[in-house]
């Protein structure tokens, strides 16, 4: 079972860790009004040294009572900082210095038992704090009705508990508090962590494409130099503008401002697929599909040229399109374990289908070769 907090650990906690302020000596002082009852009490029955010896307990009591927020000003509210004997031994000076008031202001003297209840609350477990408040309670009641003299008006009683419930509200609602704050900043560092992940992941895709296509094409130019120089040149300056667009990507993807056209993907692919010697039998127009899906397909078309050029050993490659799916399928050798049905490219894809409520199918193409397919809605 877990160990619900004190009072004090709890403002530790919550980094209150110097102890009350100016404000909290002033809550703290104002509810030293009721000791106003004993001090009348004594001060209007008692004579010569019976009266000096009972107000001086009750101003050694209010003392006690204010001391004990100083005690914490000065040692802080770190959990451990006051060992649970020094806080029991306060609590019971607190208590002897209330049974020396007794002969001197009568019943009055059990007020200072709410006040012993509330430092009680507040300092230790509730596991502890709350048989002791039990015990001071039926104290109160208890002797309010076996002393002589003493009028059982329940008044001691309520206000001992009353006392005690609302430090206990008091710490609740500051746990709560310290729970939503914890929780708040786990958040944020999921919010953090998530927007690392996503940036991670666009740069995996954009750099994966276009290095893909730049390494085909410079492969290409290097067999072309010396039997055709002119198609040679012309693969470099493809290599140059494809490098220069994926700085651009790049850019844009730190920016955090970077869409996807799928127009333009479909045409960067068959550059790739030709550049690959791989025929390119792609769609000519996106008319068909929802303004909604037009980025999640680009990204398909993306990640699907890039393992068909990569992994497949294809010969052809083949992409269709309609309103709510997407396919990319070749003629190569299928996927295989540990190659690119796997890759950090599809995990990324899955992802963003995933936010789209879209589907992904991955697996072997009719006949043979490699399938990928994206179909948004059911």
């Not at 920016?255 to 769609?283: H, N, T, W």
Request: proline share 4%.
């Amino acid at each position: 079972m877990t160990r619900t907090p004190t009072l004090l650990e709890s403002l530790a906690e919550r980094g209150d860790r110097s102890g009350p302020g100016r404000w909290g000596w002033l809550a703290a002082g104002i509810w030293l009004f009721y000791l106003a009852q004993p001090f009348q009490e004594i001060a209007s029955t008692q004579q010569g040294a019976m009266r000096v010896f009972g107000l001086a307990t009750v101003i050694l009591f209010a003392i006690a009572y204010l001391g004990f927020f100083g005690w914490l000003r000065r040692v802080g509210l770190g959990t451990g900082a006051i060992p649970m004997w020094q806080r029991l031994a306060y609590l019971a000076g607190m208590l002897a210095l209330t049974f020396l008031m007794l002969p001197t202001a009568g019943q009055k003297a059990l007020t200072c038992l709410v006040y012993i209840a509330a430092i009680a609350m507040m300092a230790l477990d509730v596991k502890v704090a709350v048989p002791l408040v039990a015990v001071l309670l039926g104290g109160a009641e208890l002797s309010m009705r076996l002393v002589p003299g003493w009028t059982d008006d329940g008044s001691y009683g309520f206000a001992i508990f009353l006392g005690a419930l609302a430090v206990f509200g008091m710490r609740r609602a500051i746990q709560r508090s310290i729970e939503l704050t914890a929780t708040r900043q786990d958040m944020a560092k999921l919010a953090v962590q998530e927007e690392r992940n996503r940036f991670a992941r666009d740069l995996h895709d954009i750099l994966g494409h276009s290095l893909t296509v730049i390494t085909v094409k410079a492969e290409l130019a290097g067999r072309l130099i010396a039997a055709n120089p002119d198609r040679a040149a012309a693969e470099v300056a493809d290599v140059e503008s494809l490098a220069r667009a994926a700085l651009a990507d790049v850019r844009a993807a730190v920016a955090g401002y970077r869409e996807l056209s799928l127009a333009g993907e479909l045409v960067s692919a068959r550059a790739a697929l030709q550049a690959a010697e791989i025929k390119a039998d792609l769609p000519t127009t996106v008319d068909e599909v929802p303004e909604d899906n037009r980025e999640l397909f680009a990204w398909v078309v993306r990640e699907g040229v890039t393992n068909v050029v990569r992994h497949s050993g294809a010969r052809r490659c083949t992409i269709r399109i309609s309103a709510n799916q997407i396919e990319v399928l070749d003629d190569g050798k299928g996927p295989t374990p540990g190659g690119g049905a796997s890759g950090h490219g599809l995990v990324g894809l899955r992802e963003r289908a995933d936010e789209a409520g879209a589907s992904v199918q991955v697996g072997q193409a009719p006949g043979s070769g490699f399938r990928l397919a994206v179909r948004v809605g059911p």
